[in-house]
């Protein structure tokens, strides 16, 4: 297959990077992403940088404050507010039924409970699919009452005119290309990018959305050949979920890496964990306590 060309520092290409030898963030510490040290907000201009430092840096996604600050602490540069959240929190059988409106609590509470992570909020099936202008009116919901610092949309080329709106706007945007759950009706959940035309499709797809203005790519189900050449291809980061590990950065699903999902995992997920066994175990134990009189005992009681 044809490898895209890198897209060049030239005034025909106003979103590719300008170097410098600068060192702009010199005051705030160490520069990276993972294991940095700051007294402000990771910003996609980091995310920049460190795409030409080569630099890998991992994300998770977070739905609830507490998690939130949890992964904060641990150093996580990038935390998503994904529609994923319909299958792990709100009972969903797929993201399709997430609501803008779950996506605005979701994450504000999100950026509550952080203070160094990039906050990117996942735009909702409905929310942008009608052109540019909803597009706008959704992301600046995100934006201004959760407070997130960029938001994610799916599609390449047919999401173009809503992600150059949101750019101009001032609203950093990453996109999502491979599976897009969001399309699960009509794709299903399988590899997305096999076979000639499909690869090229999706490397035209990664192109137009970087000359967009997309600051960040989501490659999720890619064969890993293909999500390589992307990444070669690309000036700006690819954050890969079953995409092999060539990408620049990595994404889980914070339930699914710390064995909380249950039931079957795709191949793709490593479990760093199995809170859900912690879990029962600890509701086991106290149900146990309870119906034997151990809990409350008298340390637990107030006189």
């Given amino acids: 297959m044809t490898q895209l060309s890198a897209a060049q520092n030239s005034p025909e290409n106003p979103h590719a990077p300008q170097h410098t030898q600068s060192n702009p963030d010199s005051s705030h510490g160490s520069k990276a992403l993972y294991g940095g040290k700051s007294s402000r907000r990771v910003t996609v201009r980091d ?3 460190a795409k030409e430092r080569g630099e890998k840096w991992p994300m998770l996604t977070a739905y609830d404050a507490m998690t939130a600050s949890v992964f904060d602490e641990a150093g996580i540069p990038v935390m998503l507010v994904g529609d994923s959240a319909g299958n792990c929190h709100l009972g969903y059988e797929t993201t399709v039924p997430v609501t803008l409106d779950e996506m605005t609590m979701l994450s504000a509470a999100v950026v509550r409970g952080t203070k160094r992570a990039l906050v990117v909020g996942d735009l909702p099936f409905g929310s942008y699919q009608e052109g540019p202008v909803q597009a706008l009116r959704s992301a600046t919901r995100l934006v201004k009452e959760a407070g997130v610092g960029a938001v994610k949309l799916e599609g390449g080329e047919r999401s173009l005119a809503q992600t150059e709106l949101l750019v101009q706007s001032g609203i950093p945007v990453m996109s999502h290309l491979g599976l897009t759950p969001q399309s699960v009706n009509t794709m299903g959940y399988r590899v997305q990018g096999r076979g000639d035309e499909d690869a090229h499709r999706l490397l035209r797809d990664a192109k137009a959305a970087q000359d967009a203005g997309a600051f960040a790519v989501v490659l999720e189900l890619v064969p890993a050949e293909l999500a390589a050449e992307v990444t070669r291809s690309l000036h700006i980061p690819t954050v890969g979920i079953g995409a092999g590990p060539e990408c620049d950065a990595q994404v889980l699903v914070w339930t699914d890496m710390l064995g909380l999902t249950g039931g ?28 034997g009189g151990a809990f409350p005992a008298e340390e637990h009681s107030v006189h």
């Fill in 47 to 49: 995310i920049a940088l």
């Fill in 264 to 291: 079957k995992m795709p191949r793709f997920v490593k479990q760093y964990a199995d809170l859900r066994g912690v879990m029962g175990e600890a509701a086991k134990a106290f149900a146990q306590d309870v119906v």
